[in-house]
């Protein structure tokens, strides 16, 4: 290992920041600071149809929001374009790569052709011998013009994985492959080998799924004869669902602004990508950033995909929650909670929402959106429709209605005097049968914030006004 490693995360900016590519992003993070390296954030914008600055703010803003800083860049490789044609150029020149005129779509009609003689799909070399004359013609064609890079016809591609060992595959499966497009852009391979190569990166952590190129970017990077020792290579477990399929929308959220934007804490998500794929000694769970960067080694590393479990992201999530100071977790929600509710927002009355919903929170999404209705004016109070349904099939309703109200009309205004329990008790029916109809009537869902805090919160005339607006709801 280098005595000072140097690692990349080089995400392209053709959309939101993946909760796959934080999880890249931050085994290299956590790689660099163990030790004492540097972490250097480079954007592969090449592809200007599909780049968009706004999606690279996103990248800096998120990965920002994760606690992930950065000892270099951002690099643009939009920016380093004349360094990739120098590249391509000297490839061209020592003959290890030359100029292809074939459209796109004559190469996936041989494709197609292959298939259906049973041969392998791929590049057959078509343009590999072409002469200076057909060259000159075929571009006085008007045909598109590429750049292919020449793989061997035999032999093998051979490197060493840190984590799966030696990875080998036959030089005949690969077939030449396009290193300029058309556009005079160059592709991903070639970008990387001049990248990693010019910024000495020692090594190269990523998903599994980039495995393949492997083999095409170090054959780049011996032919161009580039100084630096090549990197070592790291490929990560991938991150699936629960169905062990690619992680997508369907399985829950899937980039960092939803995350952010659903309440999870940063240091909770952050916590829990760390865990998938890699384990510390002594199988902790809930680790701090410090902890996470001292124990934090690539010996760790699993070869099996980890499974996102939004349930068990939740558990750590609210275990995050409930051991934040009371006074922090108030502060970090009172912008929100202040924009949120605007002029109803109390400030005591948030204060001590933040507290009894403290530990029962999953999130501080779920925290805020169950105290809204302390902030809700009584005329713009909504019960929620399958919360109501659930009310009116309560048995005895009306009953229990009438003895809440009855109570709370005279009772001393305080937790224990507004505990309903016993006057529920006192009329035959189970208080646990009972309280989701109370949680609907004066919470608006059947589920929520402590009960009896909420009414002592809310205020006797504004529960006893909601209590009886109920009660009329269901008729005589």
């Keep these: 290992m280098a ?28 790689f660099a600071r163990h030790h004492g390296g540097e972490f250097v954030l480079r954007i592969e914008d090449t592809d200007a149809a599909r780049s968009r600055d706004d999606w690279v703010r996103g990248i800096e803003d998120a990965l920002r929001w994760l606690g992930l800083d950065w000892d270099e860049g951002p690099v643009r490789q939009s920016s380093r374009l004349d360094a990739y044609a120098a590249a391509a150029k ?86 030449d492959f396009v290193i300029v497009r058309s556009d005079d852009s160059p592709v991903f391979f070639l970008a990387n080998a001049v990248d990693d190569a010019d910024m000495r990166i020692s090594h190269v952590i990523r998903g599994e799924d980039l495995l393949d190129s492997t083999h095409r970017v170090l054959a780049l990077r011996r032919a161009l ?30 980039d960092l602004h939803e995350f952010r934007d659903r309440g999870y804490l940063p240091e909770a998500l952050r916590n829990y990508l760390a865990l998938l794929g890699w384990a510390p000694p002594d199988d902790r769970e809930i680790m701090s950033m410090d902890e ?85 004016p009584d005329a713009e109070f909504e019960v929620a429709p399958e919360s109501w349904d659930r009310l009116a099939s309560t048995d005895r309703v009306r009953e229990v209605l009438d003895v809440a109200i009855g109570h709370l009309e005279t ?36 589920a929520g914030l402590p009960l009896f805090d909420s009414i002592r919160l809310l205020g006797r005339e504004r529960v006893l006004e909601r209590l009886r607006v109920a009660r009329a709801r269901l008729g005589p």
């Design 411 to 446: 009772c001393d205004w305080s937790v224990e005097s507004i505990d309903l329990r016993p006057a529920l008790s006192a009329l035959d029916v189970k208080p646990r049968k009972a309280m989701p109809a109370l949680y609907t009537a004066v919470e608006g869902r059947h």
């Design 90 to 175: 000297s490839l061209l020149e020592e003959g290890y790569a030359y100029e292809c005129y074939c459209t796109h779509e004559e190469v996936q009609a041989r494709n197609d052709a292959a298939r259906a003689a049973g041969r392998t799909p791929g590049y057959d070399g078509r343009c590999r011998e072409l002469s200076d004359a057909d060259r000159a013609r075929l571009a006085g064609e008007g045909r598109p013009r590429s750049v292919r890079f020449h793989t061997p016809d035999e032999g093998v591609s051979t490197f060493d994985d840190l984590i799966r060992g030696t990875v080998t595959v036959e030089w005949a499966s690969i077939p």
């Design 3 to 30: 005595d000072t490693p140097r690692v990349r995360f080089a995400p392209a900016p053709t959309g939101t920041l993946h909760v796959g590519s934080a999880h890249t992003a931050l085994f290299n993070w956590l």
């Design 292 to 376: 996470l960067v001292t124990a934090f080694d690539l010996g760790g590393v699993t070869h099996a995909a980890g499974i996102f479990d939004h349930d068990k992201l939740d558990w750590m999530n609210g275990e995050y929650l409930r051991a934040m100071p009371l006074e922090a977790l108030t502060d970090r929600l009172r912008p929100t909670a202040e924009q949120r509710f605007g002029s109803a927002f109390a400030p005591d009355v948030f204060a001590e929402a933040v507290r009894i919903g403290q530990e029962r929170a999953v999130t501080t999404e779920a925290l805020l959106e169950q105290m809204a209705f302390l902030f809700q």
């Design 225 to 254: 004869e580039t100084d630096p020792p090549l990197p070592a290579y790291v490929h990560l477990p991938l991150i699936l669902g629960r169905d062990r399929s690619k992680l997508s929308k369907r399985h829950g959220a899937v």
